[in-house]
């Protein structure tokens, strides 16, 4: 396996922490970059805000000037709200796009000139099972991965003939920081007429995340995903029963189907 010079967002903590230290342990160059760190390029960690713009290429312009390649980056960063759609605030579901959507753009519009220039790169952007089927209370995290999802298939085409590949992970539940870091909405948390059943799913989502499946197994599937010579658009890694929801969206009647998922969330 040949050591790759590989960027992970959002690495301070999570999906993105246990990327880093597992390509870290299989030899890769990792630049662990975060807007909680400061800038220490000798020991891989780099301060990217990806809210920004000038965070972001200064940023990617420091690790290639640095490392002299940028082989593979992997976009981790991101949050999530909580909250009825009719309880959020249009500037609170900006904040959720700027962030799980616009962040990972920017660090594409970043990186992809010197991944043309050589020929090669490895984008690997984190979306989620939430990406493929909405969630109740969750709707605008969902669009925000919807959109990620959206976009990365159409810059995988347009890329392509670069020799850049681009790939979705979609992951399920897993224990991490993601649930102390959820944001609930300002009008969530009031006297809203969605307040008896939004406590009841938050309840549900924080349950099946308590319980989820270990973030390193995430970490082995990215270090698959870079050790494969042509891999694939989508990958779903996590509980074996959530995995297979976006499969029943597809074949069950929607009813039938709404009619599952609102049970399986008391509401």
Known sequence: ??????????????????????????????????????????????????DNDDSVNRAVQRVFEHAGRIDVVINAAGFGIVGAVE??????????????FFGVVRVCKAVLPVMREQGSGLIINISSIAGLVSLPFQAFYSASKF??????????????????????????DFRTQFTANRKQTREATNNSGYRERYNKALAVFEKEEAHGDDPVDIARLVSRIIDSKSPRLRYSVGPAGERIVPGLKQILPHKVYQWLFMKHYNI
């Open 147 to 172: 959109a990620l999802e959206g976009m990365t298939e159409g810059l995988r085409m347009e890329v392509a003939p670069f020799g850049v590949r681009i790939v979705l992970v979609e992951p399920g």
């Open 1 to 50: 396996m040949a050591q790759k010079v590989v960027i992970v967002t959002g690495a301070s903590s999570g999906i993105g922490k246990s990327c880093a230290e597992y390509l870290k342990q299989r030899g890769h160059k990792v630049y662990c970059a975060s807007r909680s760190t400061e800038d220490q390029l000798t020991d891989g960690k780099i301060s990217l805000d990806v």
């Open 87 to 100: 309880d959020t605030a249009i500037a609170e579901a900006k904040t959720q796009f700027e962030t799980n």
